[in-house]
């Protein structure tokens, strides 16, 4: 089993749409959660970071963890073209190491 | 300010040459990152640097050698690579080693021929 699963999609969804990405995880040792987009040949972009359960917002997004349910999900309102992109969830133990990756979904707005 | 920056953009190199590819950031932080990105797959770590140190080799061939030669530069020499070391190489950073938000740069395209 890997230690994060994310499903790699593609997802299409119409603009104005909620979005709805996932990622679960194995290891409970893990305490930090990141969520990045990815734009072709381009860096990833860091959107949200948390580090306990609960809710977290900014603007049109909202990142949503459940450590009791190893679960992580992020949330795109009103949804846009340029939204359109890979994101990639990302998790450290808190550790010497580097950050764990879903294989990240490939998203895709129609406008 | 969150940013990283990497030079070149771009890179061809050849399975003799030698190239170096630099990183560089001025947020303060003092753990350093390489991931080596192929295509439609999550990035994947190479080294880790905490504190101008290496802390972390992910069983990298020795054809890949780091550097930090100050806590705000991370340099990869390349030597000998084979085409299947081409990718997107990306490096990022975060404030300290542990737990914290890292930040990433746009990365060097390297294509070895």
């Known amino acids: 089993q890997k230690e994060v699963e994310q499903d790699p999609g593609p997802l299409s969804v119409p603009e104005g749409a909620i979005v709805s990405l996932n990622c679960t995880y194995s290891n409970s040792a893990f305490q930090y959660f990141m969520w990045y987009r990815q734009y072709s040949r381009k860096g990833p972009e860091l959107l949200m970071y948390t580090y306990s359960s609960g809710n977290k917002e900014d603007g049109r997004f909202t990142a949503q963890v459940d450590k009791s349910s190893k679960y992580i999900s992020l949330f795109i309102r009103d949804s846009q073209p340029s939204d359109s992109a890979t994101y990639l969830c990302?998790?450290?133990?808190?550790?010497?190491?580097?950050?764990?990756f879903g294989k990240g979904t490939h998203l895709i707005i129609q406008p | 300010d969150t940013e990283v920056t990497q030079t070149p953009k771009h890179l061809v190199m050849g399975m003799t040459n030698k190239k170096s590819l630099k990183c560089e950031q001025h947020?303060?932080?003092?753990?350093m990152y390489w991931y080596k990105q192929k295509a439609k797959k999550p990035p994947e770590l190479m080294f880790v640097y905490s504190y101008e140190k290496l802390s972390i080799n992910e069983s990298v061939p020795s054809r890949f050698s780091p550097e930090c030669p100050n806590s705000s530069l991370l340099n990869l020499h390349l030597h000998a690579l084979q085409p299947e070391d081409s990718a997107l190489y990306l490096c990022a950073s975060s404030q300290v080693l542990q737990g914290d938000e890292q930040y990433f740069g746009p990365g060097t395209r390297l294509t070895v021929t």
């Open positions: 947020m303060g932080h003092r753990a």
């Open positions: 990302a998790i450290s133990g808190g550790g010497a190491d580097g950050l764990t």
